[in-house]
């Protein structure tokens, strides 16, 4: 009797320093996935500046546009005999929008097309320059590919080494909530510690409602990697501007680095979904789909079930036999 009462605050310390491991692996976790989030966070954010810079000096140049048309009314004022065209006339519209019209005959009219057309340029110069929001560097447009290769290959690296942080950090939390199950026979206790696991992970939620969500991290991934082929994609339809300001030599140089920047963004591309789907399929209860098993492969970081174990050390009795007596 009294080996019991002794034994008894041995046991209830051994489940309060399990459940002080738990609470341990659970902060662990929770860290990992601040440090994942932030990291998306600032790949985005670099991926949109980037973005934004390509549309304006190529597909939407709207400084290039106003630039040319305000040349085009200049040149009309220039030439009177052109005035009935279709591009002077188009361009006296886009004059007469910004109420410099005036009368075509005075110098006072010309004088103030052409400071028009000198801030234009000079806006337009402006532009052509890149000023990254988080490290506060200035960069030429045409240094843009090159850039994009270096802070994506970068941040992959990096969000790689958060995303397999996080996954190690919840497995071994999930692993350590299992405890409650099989040692201490607790199913309900099990429940809770699981389902507060299942809420840490924000980009790769179970829930059924926010499962649209979760492919949040895969987009903002291949979105840096789509940047970087459109970036240099452009730049090689213009590579003749390039071999006629800064030579061949250095030209292919600069085009050898960003194209193998690519190629490791798309294997650093793939390494990461790797892992993510891992993340976003850990807590899931069904089965992933085909395409994502290719990526996952027959780890062990996929959810399976719990079963109940005999206690170590303890072999369940064995029947006696009826001799009939």
């Known amino acids: 009797m009294s080996e019991n009462i002794a034994s008894a605050p041995n046991l209830d310390e051994a489940r309060v320093q399990k459940h002080l491991d738990f609470k341990l692996y659970l902060d662990a976790a929770t860290q990992a996935v601040t440090r994942t989030r932030n990291s998306l966070y600032l790949l985005l954010t670099v991926a949109v500046v980037f973005l934004t810079v390509y549309v304006n000096t ?18 009309c004022l220039q030439e009177p005999e052109k005035a009935n065209t279709r591009e002077c006339i188009s361009a006296k519209e886009y004059v007469e929008e910004l109420h410099l019209r005036g009368e075509t005959d005075k110098p006072s009219t010309q004088e103030k097309y052409k400071e028009q057309l000198g801030a234009l340029l000079r806006l337009r110069g402006e532009l052509r320059r890149i000023q990254l929001p988080i490290f506060g560097s200035v960069l030429d447009v045409n240094d843009l590919g090159l850039a994009s290769a270096i802070l994506f290959f970068i941040f992959l690296i990096v969000l790689r080494s958060n995303f397999y942080r996080e996954l190690d950090s919840l497995t071994s939390a999930k692993k350590r909530a299992e405890v409650f199950k099989v040692e201490e026979k ?43 082929a459109l970036i240099i994609w452009n730049d090689w339809k213009t590579s003749k501007i390039a071999f006629l300001l800064i030579g061949d030599t250095k030209s292919y140089v600069f085009y050898g680095i960003e194209w193998s920047g690519f190629v490791f963004l798309c294997l650093l591309w793939y390494v990461n979904i790797k892992v993510w789907l891992k993340l976003a399929y850990l807590f899931h209860e069904k089965t992933p789909p085909r395409w994502a098993k290719f990526f996952i492969g027959k780890g062990s970081y996929l959810n399976q079930p719990v079963v109940d174990e005999e206690p170590r050390g303890e072999t369940p009795p064995v029947p006696l036999k009826d001799d009939g007596n």
Do not use: C
């Not at 309900?188 to 492919?215: A, C, H, T």
């Open 58 to 75: 190529t597909v939407l140049d709207w400084a290039g546009a106003r630039f040319e048309k305000m040349q085009v009314a200049y040149d």
């Open 186 to 228: 607790n199913p309900q206790l099990y429940e809770e510690s699981y389902e507060m696991l299942r809420r840490i992970p924000v980009l790769s939620s179970p829930k059924r409602d926010n499962r649209g969500f979760r492919w949040s991290a895969m987009v903002i991934i291949t979105l840096a990697v789509i940047v970087h």
